[in-house]
């Protein structure tokens, strides 16, 4: 995070695309007032939706069923329905960092 705010401050694009990579763990509720007047609007800007893309791409992928493996053996379950739990489960508990 020093890094990514060090380079947002002196505007050092590629730092701090370098450094963003390893943001993407970082806990946004731990961002500090201070951090983000050091960053400045548009660097913080990046680095929030940097994290809510993630967000949005994981509910894409979850979004889209596996294929059905052709109920043969006297399965009961419905794939489609097991999917849709599972995947409303991930996006529920998954937060961004």
Known sequence: MDVFMLAAHHGLEDLDV????????FRLDRLTDEMAERMG???????????????????EILDVPPPAHGGGGGCTV??????????ASLVYDAKPG
Not at 41 to 59: A, S
Not at 78 to 87: G, N
């Open 41 to 59: 609007p548009r660097y913080l800007k990046r680095l929030v939706f940097m994290h809510l893309g993630r967000m949005i791409k994981l509910k």
């Open 78 to 87: 419905d794939p489609r329905r097991a999917w849709a739990l599972a995947a």
């Open 18 to 25: 370098l450094a963003s990579a390893h943001l993407l763990s």
